[in-house]
């Protein structure tokens, strides 16, 4: 079984604050799980971290400098 994290363990490897956190969850923006009784308690796999911030990741609109390489080379 993968170790999940608590909300205040993701916080820091987001860099933000716990209430950042339960934010992202209530949003359902960033997978997670809830175990426990009533409302229980919010638990988040390693993997939904990398998975939030890769959406999150703004791709540069520039081309790759290996094409102003390749179109100096023609």
């Known amino acids: 079984m993968m170790d999940l994290l608590t909300v205040k363990e993701a916080a820091p490897q987001l860099r ?9 969850c209530a949003a359902k923006k960033l997978r997670h ?11 988040i796999p390693p993997d939904a971290i990398i998975e939030y911030l890769s959406k999150g990741t703004v791709k540069s609109s520039e081309p790759h400098p290996a094409a102003f390489l390749s179109a100096a080379r023609r």
């Open 33 to 43: 799980q809830r175990v426990g009784v009533g409302r229980g308690k919010i638990l």
């Open 16 to 24: 933000l604050s716990s209430a950042s956190v339960y934010a992202l």
